[in-house]
Structure formats: C-alpha cells, structure tokens
C-alpha cells in the first residue's frame, strides 16, 4: 500500500515524499479512508504509530478542497486539542510539513509563554489551530478565537487530558464547537470516562485500534545503568569498546550536548557524528548515509534530529539522557529491534533524572534491567543544581518555544 492508493492529492503527496514517507503505517493506512469520507473516527493509539499524520493529512485535504475566506478573513476550521505544549508543537510541525504546498494557514498556542505572539498570528487569519485545552479557553473568553466555524474537530491523547485533569477544559471547548462537524477522537487507552465522552460527542464513528506500542518494545532488551551525570561519557566509551555493538544511536537532550558526547568519545578514541538541528541538512544527510551503509558505528541524535530516522538492523539505542515525556523513550528504543531482529536498549540515569525514569517504567508497565556491576556507579545521590524541578522544567519549556519561534515555526507560512 502507498500513499497514493489513498487518494491523497498530489500537493499532499509531494510533501510526504519530501519527508521521505514511502508507505503509510497501519493507522494512516485505516483511518485516512474513513476521515476522507467525512467519518467520525475513534482512534485507539498511542505517540509514535502515526497517528498524527493519520489525522492531520485528510484534515488538510478535506480544508483544503473547500472554498473558504482568505487573509485576515479566514476562520478556524480544524481545531485540533493535546495535553502538552510538546505535543502541540508536534503537530502543529506536522501540519506545516504536510501542508508545506497548500495556501492553508496553521497556528499553535500553548501557556505558559505571553499570549501576544500567539495573538498576532490569529489576527493574521488561520484555518488549523492546534492548541491545548487551558490557553485555549484563556483566548476564547477574551473573545480572541472564534470556534463557530469549526468543520473538523480532533481531540488528540484524551487519556491524558484526563489524568492531567484537563476533562472539564475539554469540555468547555466542545459546548462551544457546533454540532455539525466531524470528530476524530484519539486515545491510546479507553477507561470508562474516555468511552463516555466518545459516546456522547461522536457520531456513528468508525474504529480503528493500533497495538499500544508499549507491546511492540516488548521484544527490547532495556537495560539501565545508574551513574553520576559527569561520568557518563567514561561509562559511555566503556561500553562502546564493547566491539558487540554493531551500530549505536545514541540520544543526547541538548544539540550542545551531542557536539560534546562526539567530542568526549574522540579522545578516548571513538568516532562518532552528531546530528542536530544546527547542522545543515546536508552534514545530516551525509552522516546518516554513513551510519545506514556501516560506515559509521556511532551516530549521536537529538529527538528532533532522529525524528523519521528508519534504519533496520540498528543493534543498540543508548539514551544518554533520558527524555523529559516517557513516549519519547518509547519512541527512541522502537528504532532497535526492527523487523524482529531483537535490539537492545540501554538508558543511563543520574540522580536528577529519577523522576524521568519512573514516568518511563510507568508507561512501559515494566522495570528496567539494571545493570549493578559496572565501573561508574551512583555515587552522588542528591541534586546537581539546586533549582526546584518545576523550575527546570518551566525552563526547558520556554527554551522550546524560543526554539521554535527562532525557526519561525509560530509564523505563519
Ligand atoms: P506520531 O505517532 O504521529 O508521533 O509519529 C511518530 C513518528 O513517525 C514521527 O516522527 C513521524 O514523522 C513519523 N511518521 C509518521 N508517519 C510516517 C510514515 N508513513 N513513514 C515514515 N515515518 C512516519
């Protein structure tokens, strides 16, 4: 099946093919049709199956094709809500990678950052909001957004709008939304409040349930190692002497901190490449090469940067650090252990990162293997920087945004 047996319009299709998407996973390959023919859709899948694309693809289609205001005078026609200003910022790339040959507008909004850029862009006209639930309602009551012109509607995670207990947001947004549109509902598990909500706000809906990808990771050996955060890089190059290890990705957090992993592995003899969203395409494209073709034994990757990576056959994933939201770990160790070849998957774990790690061990449902014996243990348990986690988190958060506003991805293309 490719993407165009899916009666995906060219301008779409050159877009894909941009990305270097050749098939669609199964729950584009499913819900595509359906939300094409203006179907009402539930949608059981977690982060990582494709979902976005499986929503956001017949969403510009479907917009696309209709005769609708232009400029400042267009409406919000697709309002899709998520959990997290992450996850909002993902899709909210998916679109403009997507769209990248249509004339449609996007915009995402998000809090904890000044609403007035986000104003701007509203003001400028928009036709797809991606949005979480609280800045949301914020822009709504001061009469900044207006949703009555809503034809498609996409609540995306709504297990974890409810854990996070942002229900009654929700809600609010669907009291406000007519009647006559069309709703897909995504969820990677259904509790009864999720069922009750699905059957009050979606009509006739068509079904489509993709194994959690929890499942899929099953096949991974995860090993973790505790050690203290400045003698990573010793217990990184102790394990990659480790001539086992055919090809290793290796997850750092920061662009800064893949720069400085390559340059900690050089001197203790280890080659390796980072890829990063500071090197040109075609420094990414040539290291990537190297690494597929088994030139290049050790490739560090941002999240961003390894996004769409697909490589068979790669034997380890090392996360370095661990990811702030535990999908992403889920995400990284999926590129092991491909076409049922077995992978392994080994995370290092200092002491700030515990928390991270529980999120992780949560969403898995299972423990880590850890691997007590080696040369660089915890040491030091008590925090390195003596900000209050909400404090770092926040911050990271701004530095995101700051990000993607840099890369004028809150600018309307
Ligand atoms: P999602 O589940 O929407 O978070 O997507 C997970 C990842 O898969 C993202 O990095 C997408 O860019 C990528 N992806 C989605 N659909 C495809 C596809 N058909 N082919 C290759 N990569 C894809």
Sequence with gaps: MQFKNLNIIPTILKALEKKNYEVPTPIQEEAIPFILNGRDLLGCAQTGTGKTAAFAIPTLQLLNAEKAPQGAQRNIRALVITPTRELALQIYESFCDYGKYTKLKYCVIFGGVSQKPQEEILKRG????????????????QKLINLKHIKIFILDEADRMLD???INDVKKVISIIPDRKQTLLFSATMPPDIERLANTILKNPAKVAITPISSTV???????YYVDKNRKKDLLAHILNDKIIESALVFSRTKHGADRIVRQLSKANITAQAIHGDKSQGAR?????????????????????????DIDELSHVINYDLPEMP??????????????????AISFCDFDEKEQLADIEKLI??????????PFPLINN?????????GIRQHRRSLLYKEAHSKKLLLLR
């Design 126 to 141: 928009v036709d797809i909001l991606v949005a979480t639930p609280g800045r949301l309602n914020d822009l709504v009551n």
């Design 164 to 166: 996070m207990g942002f």
């Design 218 to 224: 099953d096949t991974i050996e995860q090993y973790l």
């Design 285 to 309: 494209q040539t290291a990537l090469n190297k690494f597929k073709d088994k030139k290049l034994r050790v490739l560090i990757a941002t999240d961003i940067a390894a996004r769409g990576i």
């Design 327 to 344: 999908e992403t770990y889920v995400h990284r160790i999926g590129r092991t252990g491909r076409a049922g070849l077995g992978g392994v």
């Design 365 to 374: 449902g299972k423990h880590l293997i850890e691997i007590e014996n080696h």
């Design 382 to 390: 008590f925090p390195a920087v003596k900000i209050h986690r909400q």
